[in-house]
């Protein structure tokens, strides 16, 4: 079975200083791992799976498969940057995604 | 304007009526999906389809039910039979099932009184 956890419902943290939204799962074969974003009264949004290997936004997330994890980070958060996150595990083959509970991060000025 | 979109914005329902949330996409997007999110719950996956005239049950498809008769159209039922549906409802398409990327419509927020 695919699960997700995201263990910080809550993450508070000050403008400019680093932030890392933390992302475990569990799969027993190849995964693909994603953040998803949504912003206050916006449409929840892609902002970027691990095979692109991308910085959006100022943010990167490597897959750990060692660790089962996708943590997402940013070394200087902004105060845009407050939204909820998601991460979100399917497969490479493709297929219906899991979604973990979800992190509300706030960035303080 | 490209996209997903859906309708109503809010819904109000009386106890023991079932009401239908409408999820249009001009995306040419073979795969549609249905979500519900509760806050401290991330998204549940209620229906998904990947294919014109057919659609499987995700992992709270109780006291709902869809229709896939168009390629641009999914919509929703909750029925009365859904013991606690005041929710926020998300609707998604991706190319097809293949295809991990989803991209979402605005929301259906669905109040029952």
């Known amino acids: 079975a695919q699960r997700v956890t995201q263990p910080e419902k809550l993450l508070s943290v000050f403008k400019g200083a680093p932030v890392e939204l933390k992302c475990n799962y569990s799969y027993s074969g190849s995964p693909e791992l994603f953040w998803y974003v949504q912003y206050s009264r916006q449409r929840l949004q892609l902002l970027l799976r691990?095979?692109s290997r991308e910085s959006i936004k100022g943010f990167t997330a490597d897959l750990n498969k060692g660790e089962t994890s996708f943590h997402l980070k940013k070394p200087f958060a902004q105060e845009e940057d407050s939204a909820m996150y998601y991460c979100a595990l399917g497969r490479t083959s493709g297929s219906r995604l899991t979604f973990g509970e979800g992190t509300q991060l706030t960035v303080n000025p | 304007d490209g996209g997903i979109t859906q309708s109503p914005k809010y819904l109000f329902r009386k106890e023991g009526q079932n009401v239908t949330l409408s999820c249009e996409q001009n995306?040419?997007?073979?795969?549609m999906y249905w979500y519900r999110q509760d806050p401290g719950q991330g998204l549940r996956l209620i229906y998904y389809?990947?294919?014109?005239?057919?659609?499987q049950k995700g992992d709270i498809a109780e006291g709902y039910s869809v229709s896939r008769e168009k390629k641009e159209s999914f919509p929703l039922t909750v029925t009365s039979a859904q013991k606690n549906p005041t929710a926020f409802y998300l609707c998604a398409s991706s190319i097809d099932l293949a295809n991990n990327e989803q991209f979402f419509g605005p929301g259906t927020r669905l109040t029952v009184l």
């Open positions: 389809s990947q294919i014109v005239n057919d659609f």
């Open positions: 691990h095979i």
């Open positions: 995306l040419n997007h073979d795969a």
